[in-house]
């Protein structure tokens, strides 16, 4: 059975940074591709991030470009999702979420392409 959970998250201050940990079993994160998607209120889930592991390619959205990162898969199966440079805007519970690679290596963040999701976290930016 495949488990993907979460944790980090919290409130931030304007301009911080923060990380947010994705931990799957029952899977090995390296042969997957792994998105990030983010709901703020009132508004829809968003995808904002993507890595093949197995290509290592990336897809990012505009508005996280240049200061968003998914990291390596650690020891533990791990990836993280790195922030910095905080903005209100960026106030959303986000979502991890694991996906079957395509035969191009290249994601996209879209939510069909994902199968397992975490359960969620909350990102507070304080102004």
């Known amino acids: 059975q495949v488990q993907i959970v979460q944790s980090g998250g919290g409130l931030v201050d304007l301009d911080g940074g923060l990380r947010i940990s994705c931990t799957a079993s029952g899977i090995s994160l390296n042969a997957y591709t792994v998105g990030w998607f983010r709901q703020a209120p009132g508004k829809e889930r968003e995808g904002i991030i993507c890595?093949?592991?197995?290509?290592?390619?990336?897809n990012y959205a505009d508005s996280v470009r240049g200061r968003f990162t998914i990291s390596d898969v650690n020891a533990d199966n791990t990836v993280y999702l790195e922030m910095d440079f905080l903005r209100v805007e960026d106030t959303a519970v986000y979502y991890c979420?694991?996906?079957?690679?395509?035969?191009?290596?290249?994601?996209?963040?879209?939510?069909?392409?994902?199968?397992?999701w975490g359960q969620g976290t909350q990102v507070t930016v304080g102004s």
């Open positions: 979420a694991v996906g079957s690679t395509m035969p191009s290596r290249r994601c996209v963040t879209a939510e069909r392409s994902y199968d397992y």
């Open positions: 890595r093949d592991m197995v290509g290592d390619t990336r």
